[in-house]
T-cell receptor
Framework: NAGVTQTPKFRVLKTGQSMTLLCAQD?????MYWYRQDPGMGLRLIHY???????AKGEVPDGYNVSRLKKQNFLLGLESAAPSQTSVYFC????????????FGPGTRLTVL | TQLLEQSPQFLSIQEGENLTVYCNSS?????LQWYRQEPGEGPVLLVT?????EVKKLKRLTFQFGDARKDSSLHITAAQPGDTGLYLC????????????FGKGTLLTVNP
């Protein structure tokens, strides 16, 4: 049981480049989330999904897109990276009932030059 | 907009000391969670408190949910260097809300 995995772990991009972050979970969770974590700002929700084929905007969605084609995977895309997107990105998943206790991946550290 | 404020923001103590960190809001939550995040890793769930006034213990850690379900505290007895990390509280409103409201965290350093 790997839990929540994220790839890649580190990435450096130049302004304007694009990339996709992959999140995978093997716990059969319905809900999945993408957060970014910045010093002094805490965890901020970018996008989330309440089931396969569904996505919704969170607190800071601009500049990002997501897709959930398979229940176990949640992809976060940056179409044209900007230095303001330099951050640590975390994926999380949770069951569809209960207290929404979330299980987090190890994070992706992204630097945009 | 629901907000959770955590205090203190930073805490540096010596091994063996006791400490309490706080999580406060003006909003009512149906449940509240505490996570610990170690450097370079994702947050890990420690506990969920559900009932107003509830107290839960996890070894040397004691968690309390306020009677009005607007606040919570985490008390650590005889802190150890292994307790070092960022402690995050997160509130869940329940119902059709799919999201958690996270506080910004308390960064705890326990010096040997």
């Amino acid at each position: 049981n790997a839990g929540v995995t994220q790839t890649p772990k580190f990435r450096v991009l130049k302004t304007g480049q694009s990339m996709t972050l992959l999140c995978a979970q093997d716990m059969n969770h319905e809900y999945m989330y993408w957060y970014r974590q910045d010093p002094g700002m805490g965890l901020r929700l970018i996008h989330y999904s309440v089931g396969e084929g569904t996505t919704a905007k969170g607190e800071v969605p601009d500049g990002y897109n997501v897709s959930r084609l398979k229940k176990q995977n949640f992809l976060l895309g940056l179409e044209s990276a900007a230095p303001s997107q330099t951050s640590v990105y975390f994926c999380a998943s949770s069951f569809h009932r209960g207290y929404n206790e979330q299980f987090f991946g190890p994070g992706t550290r992204l630097t945009v030059l | 907009t629901q907000l959770l404020e955590q205090s203190p923001q930073f805490l540096s103590i010596q091994e063996g000391e006791n400490l309490t960190v706080y999580c406060n809001s003006s909003s009512v939550f149906s449940s509240l969670q505490w996570y610990r995040q170690e450097p370079g890793e994702g947050p890990v769930l420690l506990v969920t408190v559900v009932t107003g006034g509830e107290v839960k213990k996890l070894k040397r850690l004691t968690f309390q949910f306020g009677d009005a379900r607007k606040d919570s505290s985490l008390h650590i007895t005889a802190a150890q260097p292994g307790d070092t990390g960022l402690y995050l509280c997160a509130g869940f409103s329940g119902g059709s809300n799919y999201k958690l409201t996270f506080g910004k965290g308390t960064l705890l350093t326990v010096n040997p």
